[in-house]
């Protein structure tokens, strides 16, 4: 119950910060984007991690309030970096499905670019497969709408919801994102490829492409994943081997170098 005051608290207080993880293109070894990652500073608890209050905020009420706060900051933080000539990349933002539903999140999303100055299409969306599972042909219609603004939309954590393979394929989206629970199965702790867990990712990928989808892969830690990953074709990676989520400020300095 503290943590709940104190929560909605923060929202009023502003104690959010974003934090953002770099995303490598496997073809030309670029940063091609950045995920941000909200961060909540409590003034004595310190930093309160994501999966404590992002589900006490879905159950309080307050989650499109902090969603909405997390994509403005996003889109004004990622058109500063342009405005200081840095190479342009994209941001990744995650909605909550119970944002994507009890919102207009297309009305939302062109008020941030509006306000932020923000090209579209360098902006992108991250969606659980939950999202995808209620209400299906209202989903892809907003999904259509925001597509047609320039908006990409990716599947977050693909293939540990239960979303099913039909819903997939009517769905108007860019890319999948492959979750990091099956890359760590890729290889074996003695460093040997894990059939089943590389066949999985494997899989993955090629369903991806056969969707006309990209595949990104996230929690790569090891350059033996990257290795694989690339050789399978992957489109993109992301995980601790390139870079811990920094601060907009630290992020700078990864912009030039070739990662
Ligand atoms: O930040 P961390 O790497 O600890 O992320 C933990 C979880 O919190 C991840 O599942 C991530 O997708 C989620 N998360 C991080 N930032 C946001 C956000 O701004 N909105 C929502 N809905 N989830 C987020
Ligand atoms: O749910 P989502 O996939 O958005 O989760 C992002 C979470 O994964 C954050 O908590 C982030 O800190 C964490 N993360 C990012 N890269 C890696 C990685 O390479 N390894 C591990 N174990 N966690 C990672
Ligand atoms: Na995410
Ligand atoms: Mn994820």
Known sequence: LAMEAALRHAVR????????????????????????????????????P?????????????ISDIGEWVLREACRQCQQWRDLGL??????????????????????????????????????LELTESVLMQRVDEVAGVLRDLRAMGVRISIDDFGTGYSSLSYLKRM?????????SFV??????????????ASIVSTIITLAHNLRLKAIAEGVE???????????????????????????????????RNL
């Open 222 to 256: 090891t350059v033996a994943q990257a290795l694989f990953l690339r050789q399978r074709g992957c489109d993109e990676v992301q995980g601790f081997l390139i870079s811990r989520p920094v601060s907009g400020e630290d992020l700078i300095s990864l912009f030039d």
């Open 50 to 62: 994501p999966a404590e209050f992002i589900p006490l905020a879905e159950s309080m009420g307050v």
């Open 87 to 124: 190479p342009p990349v994209r941001v990744a933002v995650n909605v909550s499905a119970l944002q994507f539903h009890e919102t207009d999140i297309p009305a939302v999303v062109g008020r941030a670019l509006r306000d932020s100055g923000l090209p579209p299409h360098l902006l992108e």
């Open 13 to 48: 207080r502003n104690e959010f910060r974003l934090a953002y993880q770099v995303k490598v293109d496997l073809v030309s070894g670029r940063m091609s984007g950045v995920e941000a990652l909200v961060r909540w500073h409590h003034p004595e608890a310190g930093l309160v």
């Open 172 to 180: 108007p989206i860019d890319a999948l994102k492959i979750d990091r």
């Open 184 to 197: 760590n199965d890729i290889f074996s702790d003695d460093g040997q490829v894990a059939e089943e867990g």
